[in-house]
């Protein structure tokens, strides 16, 4: 097998302490080592392969967000709840079935183990291009037209997205790229909502455009689905050119080149190869399950998606519901503007300030920081309604934004501590277990969160937290045991 060995910085004309294993083994028919040597050749950002990243996590985020805003109101013109307090409730659980948002979660549960060790196994690039085409499936032939159907796309994602962005980068550039993941799904998050507030029932918002008797009049939520289908349909083109991460090579092979590089003395002090950092007397991988560093970030993890999923439903209800209840009284096309607007700020603060805030502050104080912040935040939200017109809407539109880089935070910073507690052949599997553990959390958030929202509309005149306050409050909770669990000795650092 021909390879090639290139002399790594330490290693260079210049500088007087050559480190003894380093030089860097390519293998010329491995993709995974192509891409370790386009890394070593160009230490700057990879912009192209991290737009990849970034585009096909929105592609994969933006179906299960997009019915948040007019869930409300479908709720209340089909006159399935008796009284106006009671419609939280049922859109908790409507919201589970007709979004398939807990298919989404349980489908992602009960595969993502399987498709991590796929992605480990064939590649990553296979693994993402199967979640694309899923998305595209779902969007046009499922989702528009059928409200009761139990499976999911997610059944097929293997959400090997944070794995590849540290794979196709340079160390130094792994938080950026962890970064754009989160923001990207942050993103959808937000994107979602507004394409549902805009584009939904088009027939009764836009009649000059949309007749009463077209294909949208009769299918009213198929318009927003196309779009995303669209956008899933040219993701999925350009992704075929996505570069593969995945080292074809045996390790072993290293071991074999490297015990012949005597003049190196790599036997005995180790080789750093293609394959990442090798040692030829590496230990056999350690189970995961068996890895405290990687577990303990998983169990944080599950805790603040629960709450962010929780808000994300929670959010929506309350800016549409009644003033009276202790709502805002928006309309689906305010939330969507409001939801758009952080989505935009969330873009800029991923891209320009969370790097330089991870390196100043690490992952696990920038979680800290976070939760502590986002707590007086959610305690200020109930408080909103007591104000009204363009000083209400400017104060909302702020304190989303907030919230949401916020969440964006404490994610992406998980997000690092679980890759850095696993060895690159190892990544695949740890975030399908990750995925496995956040997806049975997330699966129950959007149900709990309607019933405490239609709870709380039922107690507006209580004494200890009336109406709404309890929810945010319950929110803040969830929030103060996420932030619990991030000192020691439960979060412990990768070593």
């Not at 189970?287 to 998983?298: C, E, G, Q």
Request: glycine share 8%.
């Amino acid at each position: 097998m021909r390879f090639d060995v290139i002399l790594s910085q330490a290693e260079m004309p210049g500088n007087r302490e050559p480190l003894l294993n380093s030089k860097v083994y390519f293998f010329d028919d491995c993709p995974g080592c192509k891409q370790d040597r386009k890394k070593e050749s160009n230490p700057g950002i990879p912009y192209k392969e991290f737009f990849y990243v970034w585009i096909v996590t929105l592609c994969t985020a933006l179906p299960i967000s997009s019915l948040f805003p007019f869930l409300y109101f479908m709720i209340r013109d089909l006159h399935v709840a008796e009284r106006e307090e009671d419609i939280g409730f049922y859109a908790g659980f409507v919201g589970e079935i007709y979004s398939n948002r807990a298919s989404f979660m349980v489908g992602r549960a009960s595969t993502s183990m399987l498709w991590g060790i796929v992605a480990d196994k064939y590649g990553r690039k296979p693994v993402i291009l199967i979640s694309i085409f899923s998305v595209l499936v779902d969007s046009i032939f499922l989702r528009p037209f059928q409200h009761t159907l139990w499976f999911e796309y997610k059944l097929l994602d293997g959400y090997q997205y944070k794995a590849y962005s540290v794979e196709v980068c340079r160390e130094e550039h792994q938080s950026l790229g962890v970064s754009l993941v989160s923001t990207a799904w942050g993103i959808g998050l937000i994107i979602g909502p507004a394409l549902g507030g805009f584009l939904a029932q088009p027939a009764e918002k836009y009649p000059k455009i949309f007749s009463q008797g077209s294909f949208f009049a009769r299918f009213p939520y198929c318009l927003p689905c196309a779009l995303i289908s669209l956008l899933a349909l040219g993701v999925f083109i350009a992704s075929l050119w996505l570069p593969e991460t995945l080292h074809n090579h045996d390790p072993q092979t290293m071991a074999d080149v490297a015990t012949e590089d005597v003049e190196t003395s790599i036997c005995s002090s180790g080789l750093r190869g293609g394959h990442g950092e090798f040692e030829k007397n590496d230990a056999p991988s350690k189970n995961l399950l068996k890895n405290w560093p990687l577990m303990s970030s998983i169990i944080v993890y599950c805790i603040f998606s629960l709450h962010d999923m929780a808000y994300s439903e929670i959010f929506s209800l309350w800016a549409v519901s009644d003033k009276s209840y202790g709502g805002l009284s928006f309309s689906s096309q305010d939330v969507g503007v409001v939801l758009a607007s952080s989505g935009f700020g969330l873009l800029i603060f991923q891209v320009f300030l969370y790097p330089p805030i991870e390196r100043l502050l690490g992952s696990i104080n920038s979680i800290r920081v976070a939760a502590v912040l986002s707590m007086p935040l959610l305690a200020a939200y109930p408080f909103m309604s007591s104000i009204s017109g363009l000083t209400l809407k400017v104060i909302v539109n702020f304190a989303s934004l907030l919230k949401n880089v916020l969440s964006m935070i404490i994610i992406t910073s998980l997000f690092l501590l679980q890759n850095n507690s696993v060895p690159r052949e190892q990544r695949g599997a740890a975030n399908g277990i990750s995925v496995t553990a956040m997806s049975l959390f997330k699966a129950i958030a959007p149900a709990a969160g309607g019933v405490i929202f239609s709870w709380a509309q039922k107690r507006q005149h209580a004494i200890l937290f009336p109406g709404d306050q309890i929810v945010f409050f319950i929110l803040n909770l969830v929030e103060l045991t996420g932030l619990l669990l991030c000192f020691k000795p439960f979060l412990t650092p990768p070593r």
